[in-house]
C-alpha cells in the first residue's frame, strides 16, 4: 500500500505481493538507470561519429576514474538509504528527518572536498593508468571539465536515494528523463553546431546533471512529505553519521577499490594500442547497459529488505531476496542473448572504424553471459547491506573482484599469453568466485538467524 503525506505518495514494501512491490519499485529505476547511462554513452556516440577514434579512447578511459568518485558517493547513499528505510518500516518519523538533515550536510561538505581532488589529480590518474600519448590531452580536458560539474551528479545522486528509500522512484526518473534529453541536445549543440569537440560533451554533461541536482533539491525542500528537507534543520548528527557510515563506508570502499582495481585492468588493455582501448570503451558502455537490470534490483533488495527489517518482517525480507534475484537473472539473460546476436550493429552505433567494432564484439561475445553469475553478486549484495551487513559483501567482494581478479590477470599475461580475449576474461573470474562466495556466505550468516528472528518476533 501507499502512505499518503501530501500530493506525493510514498511506497510501503511491507505488506502486499512481494514480488508486485519489487517489479512496481524496479521498473522506474531500471528505466532511470537507462536514462542515466546515455549521459556518458551518448558523449561516446556523439565523439565517436563526430569527433574521432582518439578522442573516444579518451572518454572510455575516463570512465574508472570518474566511478571511482561516484561510487564512494553511491555508498554513502546506500548507507543513508538503509538508514531512512529502516526509520520508515519502523515508523519512526522523528529519526528519518534527522537522517535526511544529517545525509544533505554531509554531502554539500563532500561536494566540495571530492571536486577539488578530483580536479587537482586528474594528471597523475592518467600517468597511473597508462594512458598513451595520442589520447592524453583530450582525456585531461574531459575529465577535468567533468569534475568541475561533479556536484550537480552527486547530489543529485544522495537525494534521488533519499527518496527510493521511502519507495519513490518516480519522479527520480521523470528529472532524468528530461536531463537526459536535454543533455543529447546539448551535445550536438557543442559538438556539431559550435566545434566544441570533446569539451563540448563535457560541458553538456555537467550542465545537465547541475539541472537535475536543483530539480532534486527543488523538490526536497518544497514537499510535504516526511522526508521534507529543511534548511534551518541542516546539521550533522554523529550518532546518526555513525549509523550511516557503518553501512555506506565499507560499501564506498569495496566500490571505490574495486574501480581503482578495473584501472589497472584498463592499463592492461590500453597496452594493446588505441583500436583495443576504444573497443574495450564501446563493450564497456554497452555491458552497463546490460548492468542495469541488476544494479536496479539491488536498489529494489536493499530498500524492500530495509523497510522489512525495520518492520521486523524477517521471513519476508528473505523471500524477497530470492524474488529480486530470481527477477534480476531472468531480465539480464534476455539482454544477453540480444546484445550477443546483436553485437556487431550494438558496437557499430559508438564508431564505424572496423578494427574497433572487431574487439567490441570480441569482448561482448566472450563476457556477456558471465553477467548471469553477477546478477547474484550484486542483487544479494544490496539485499545483506539492508539488514545492514556492509562488511560482508565489501571483503567478498574486494577478495574476488580486485585480488583474484588482479592475480588471474598478472599470471595470465606473464605465463600463458597476453591477448586481448585473456585480459577482457578478467571480468567473468571475479564474478564466478564471488558468487560461490557470497551464497555461501548469506545461507551461513542469515539463513538460519532470518528465521530464528521472524520466530520471535
Known amino acids: 500500500m501507499a502512505l499518503k503525506h501530501g500530493r506525493a505518495a510514498t511506497r510501503d514494501m511491507t505488506s502486499g505481493s ?7 519499485f524496479s521498473l522506474p529505476l531500471m528505466l532511470g538507470n537507462i536514462f542515466q547511462m546515455m549521459y556518458n554513452t551518448v558523449d561516446s556516440v556523439v565523439v565517436g561519429n563526430f569527433v574521432g577514434k582518439e578522442a573516444l579512447a579518451a572518454v572510455g578511459s575516463t570512465t574508472m576514474i570518474v566511478n571511482m568518485l561516484v561510487f564512494f558517493f553511491n555508498g554513502f547513499s546506500v548507507g543513508a538509504g538503509v538508514v531512512i528505510a529502516q526509520h520508515f518500516g519502523a515508523r519512526d518519523m522523528d529519526r528519518l528527518h534527522s537522517a535526511v538533515e544529517t545525509t544533505m550536510a554531509v ?3 563532500m561536494c566540495a572536498l571530492f571536486t577539488m581532488i578530483g580536479v587537482f589529480s586528474v594528471r597523475p590518474m592518467l600517468r597511473l593508468m597508462s594512458t598513451p600519448d595520442d589520447v592524453f590531452e583530450d582525456a585531461v580536458t574531459y575529465l577535468t571539465i567533468y569534475f568541475w560539474g561533479f556536484t550537480g551528479l552527486l547530489i543529485y545522486n544522495i537525494g534521488s536515494g533519499i527518496l527510493r528509500a521511502v519507495g519513490d522512484t518516480t519522479r527520480p526518473l521523470m528529472f532524468l528523463v528530461l536531463t537526459s534529453v536535454l543533455n543529447i541536445i546539448l551535445d550536438l549543440v557543442f559538438v556539431i553546431g559550435l566545434k566544441a569537440g570533446i ?3 563535457a560541458w553538456a554533461t555537467i550542465i545537465s546533471q547541475f539541472i537535475s541536482a536543483a530539480l532534486t533539491l527543488k523538490l526536497l525542500t518544497g514537499t510535504r512529505e516526511i522526508y521534507r528537507l529543511v534548511w534551518k534543520d541542516l546539521r550533522i548528527e554523529l550518532p546518526v553519521l555513525r549509523r550511516i557510515f557503518a553501512v555506506g563506508l565499507p560499501a564506498g570502499i569495496q566500490s571505490v577499490i574495486t574501480a581503482f582495481s578495473n584501472v589497472f585492468v584498463q592499463s592492461y588493455v590500453n597496452h594493446f594500442g588505441s583500436s583495443c582501448m576504444a573497443g574495450w570503451s564501446c563493450y564497456n558502455k554497452l555491458d552497463q547497459f546490460i548492468m542495469l ?7 529494489a533488495a536493499t530498500t524492500f529488505v530495509s523497510q522489512n527489517i525495520g518492520a521486523k518482517q524477517y521471513d519476508r525480507a528473505n523471500k524477497g531476496t530470492w524474488a529480486t534475484i530470481l527477477l534480476s537473472v531472468s531480465i539480464t539473460l534476455v539482454i544477453a542473448v540480444v546484445l550477443v546476436i546483436f553485437a556487431g550493429p550494438a558496437v557499430g552505433l559508438f564508431t564505424k572504424d572496423a578494427s574497433v567494432i572487431d574487439f567490441g564484439m570480441l569482448f561482448i561475445r566472450t563476457n556477456t553471459f558471465f553477467l548471469l553469475f553477477n546478477c547474484v553478486n550484486h542483487t ?3 539485499a545483506l547491506r539492508g539488514r545492514g551487513d556492509s562488511r560482508g559483501p565489501m571483503f567478498i567482494m574486494l577478495g574476488t573482484f580486485v585480488a583474484i581478479r588482479q592475480v ?3 599470471t595470465i599475461t606473464r605465463f600463458v599469453a597476453n591477448t586481448p580475449k585473456l585480459v577482457g576474461f578478467g571480468y567473468p573470474v571475479g564474478w564466478m568466485c564471488c558468487c560461490v562466495i557470497e551464497v555461501t ?3 551461513l ?4 538467524k532470518a528465521r530464528a528472528q521472524d520466530t520471535t518476533a
Not at 512481494?18 to 512496481?24: F, K, N, R, V
Not at 537490470?293 to 536498489?299: V, Y
Open 199 to 201: 569539451a563540448g560533451v
Open 293 to 299: 537490470p541488476m544494479s536496479s534490483t539491488a536498489m
Open 445 to 448: 550468516r542469515w539463513g538460519k
Open 18 to 24: 512481494i514480488l508486485g512491490q519489487i517489479i512496481l
Open 408 to 410: 588471474y590477470l598478472f
Open 380 to 382: 544479494l549484495a544490496g
Open 441 to 443: 556466505y548469506f545461507f
Open 107 to 109: 554531502t554539500f561538505v
